[in-house]
């Protein structure tokens, strides 16, 4: 089969060169295995960065103990949870999404909080028609849509998405959450640190 030159950076090259090594592998036998994954996923309309991005966060995630359940059984249990302790589920969802966006802010600091946001509830919320974070200035406004969502996962959610935000220095300045509808406007409050870029800029 003809060969044909391709122009890369020398940075990436050598690490393409430093993984081919250690693989036993030869660096043209490494550049076409990657080529090839890639066109897979150009040909499915997706991006490289988003299938890598939604990786690391899953597999955080499944790191600190999330296990995705059938969503029957998820709606149903939680009902049951939620119509015995309302307070607590609240209070829990709000914990819990404080302590995931610490970790996973820890873990992955390159990405901006309207990513990191954005990307745990998509990936949490599997069954969301619609998951949107949009920036305006030092706000964060909220969008995730579920027609199948039951009413306890949908304030079990919200409050994990605030819990995460409030990791992240925002703080809830409007709510609206109604069975399958999450809307959040969320204003950043904790002041950045000496030196530390902007991350919503």
Not at 33 to 55: C, G
Not at 56 to 75: C, H, Q, S, T, W
Not at 138 to 160: K, N, W
Request: charged share 25%.
């Amino acid at each position: 089969m003809a060969r044909k030159l391709l122009a890369a950076r020398a940075d990436l090259v050598e690490e393409i060169s430093k993984l081919a090594r250690s693989r036993n592998q030869t660096i043209y036998g490494l550049v076409n295995s990657i080529l090839e994954q890639a066109l897979k996923v150009y040909k499915m309309n997706l991006k490289l960065e988003d299938i890598v991005d939604s990786y690391m966060i899953l597999r955080n995630l499944k790191n600190l103990g999330f296990i995705p359940l059938p969503e029957d059984v998820a709606y149903k249990a939680l009902d049951h949870i939620f119509n015995d302790d309302p307070e607590n589920t609240v209070d829990l969802g709000l914990k819990l999404g404080e302590w995931y966006g610490r970790v996973l802010e820890t873990q992955l600091p390159g990405l901006k909080p309207s990513d990191m946001l954005r990307m745990i509830i998509r990936e949490v919320a599997w069954a969301a028609s619609e998951v949107a974070v949009l920036e305006n200035g030092d706000q964060l406004i909220v969008r995730c849509i579920g027609p199948r969502f039951s009413r306890s996962y949908t304030e079990l959610l919200a409050h994990m998405a605030e819990g995460i935000a409030l990791s992240m220095g925002f703080k809830t300045v409007q709510r609206y959450v109604a069975r399958g509808v999450i809307l959040l406007t969320l204003r950043r409050e904790k002041p950045l640190r000496s030196g530390e870029p902007d991350r919503l800029v």
